[in-house]
């Protein structure tokens, strides 16, 4: 994320006004007395306290974020509609980030991210409410501590990503839209599919994805530094009484000429389910175009859910503003539940406002799907134009 900082008052400003409020001060500095130094460093420190900036004397703070929102048009195949909606594949937020550095070898930090929305979720409306949103339109994302060793690694303690979070999207050069096998389900989540006859099928679009990787949760995480472009991490994660668990992931990224390539596998083992995936992705930096693919499989006693999909693009600079993106989607989904299959594809072009730090994107999602009660179902569509503003 593009970060922007909040401006802070400089020393000299600061030293200034303390000498300004704190009448006394300035004559006690001329006989060069030993509280001098002292009473100056005690008012700057009270200044510092009161005044919005980008952190204290000691831990740097940085504010980001950004703001996502549209128009999604749908057709579930009886009805359709446009909504004005906040785009949940990469959802409005603003975070805080902080860092101090301890040594040569060692820092430690924070990160707090807060995921907002309004009344009109794409994740959450339906054909009959436009106004849905999630849970009381803001929720905590990541609230944890980290401290970080160029020798042994980062520890991470409390909610934040595990191990095995985005195994399945790695992607090089992907946008909103195709940079995973369950892009689809972020903005159309909540909608009923419809039976060949035009009845609610009793299901809806997002019961036909799985992402076969874990989740942003309660963890204590450790991630090793990296070594020839390989990076271990490992977790335990503590979601409710009885329910700990535990994850482990291996991730790669180099460059071999004129390519980059990225890739990871990780697996997970909690509340009764175990979940293996991964992901690997290709990049050609001369002319932008990229590949990528995802396997992942989800294991329970009742049976296993598989999915796999593939990505492909290019980023290419056709005008001034910025890089112009065009990628393609396609994911094939397999679950025990219900005999539910379901195919995937979808179409994505954006540009990039590099003067607004902003982009504008149109897509263009299609669901097939099918269950062992209903049978062919009807098409789901969905298009969604939108721009995201980051800070």
């Not at 005044?51 to 831990?59: D, E, I, P």
């Not at 050069?173 to 903005?187: H, L, R, V």
Request: aromatic share 8%; hydrophobic share 40%; with cysteine.
């Amino acid at each position: 994320m593009i970060g922007g900082l909040f401006k802070s008052s400089s020393r000299v400003a600061a030293l200034a006004a303390a000498g300004f409020l704190s009448g006394g001060v300035a004559a006690q500095a001329a006989d060069l007395g030993g509280n001098c130094c002292a009473d100056l460093e005690e008012r700057v420190a009270e200044l510092e306290a009161t005044t919005a900036r980008k952190g204290n004397r000691k831990v740097s703070l940085t504010v980001s974020g950004h703001v996502n929102e549209g128009v999604m048009f749908w057709d579930d195949g009886v009805n359709s509609d446009a909504y004005i909606t906040t785009n949940v594949q990469s959802r409005t937020r603003f975070r805080f980030k902080g860092s101090a550095t301890i040594n040569a070898d060692w820092s430690a930090g924070f990160l707090i991210e807060i995921g907002m929305t309004r009344p009109g979720s794409s994740l959450n409306v339906t054909a009959d409410d436009d106004s849905a949103t999630i849970g009381d339109g803001m929720d905590v994302r990541h609230q944890v501590l980290f401290l970080k060793s160029k020798t042994f690694g980062t520890l991470h303690v409390g909610h934040t990503s595990d191990a095995t979070d985005g195994i399945t999207q790695i992607c090089l050069g992907c946008k909103m839209g195709n940079y995973a096998s369950t892009a689809m389900d972020d903005i159309a989540n909540s909608f009923a599919l419809r039976t060949a006859a035009g009845a609610d099928s009793g299901t809806t679009v997002g019961d036909y994805f799985e992402s076969a990787e874990g989740t942003r949760q309660a963890v204590v995480k450790w991630t090793s530094p990296t070594v020839a472009g390989f990076s271990l991490s490992a977790n335990w994660a503590d979601q409710a009484v009885d329910n700990d668990g535990f994850g482990v992931a291996l991730r790669y990224a180099g460059e071999f000429g004129a390519f980059r390539v990225a890739a990871g596998v990780g697996y997970e083992d909690q509340a009764d389910r175990e979940t293996t995936g991964g992901s690997v992705s290709v990049a050609h930096v001369p002319t932008g175009l990229y590949i990528a693919g995802s396997y992942g499989e989800e294991s329970e006693a009742a049976g296993d859910d598989t999915q796999w999909h593939i990505s492909a693009g290019i980023n290419t600079k056709l005008n001034s503003l910025g890089k112009t993106h065009f990628g393609g989607i396609y994911g094939n989904f397999d679950l025990r539940e219900d005999g539910r299959e379901a195919q995937t594809w979808g179409l994505t072009v954006s540009q990039n406002i590099d003067a607004a730090a902003m982009e504008i994107y149109l897509q263009y999602h299609n669901l097939s799907a099918e269950n062992d009660t209903d049978g062919d179902l009807e098409d789901f569509d969905v298009v969604f134009a939108g721009a995201r503003i980051k800070f």
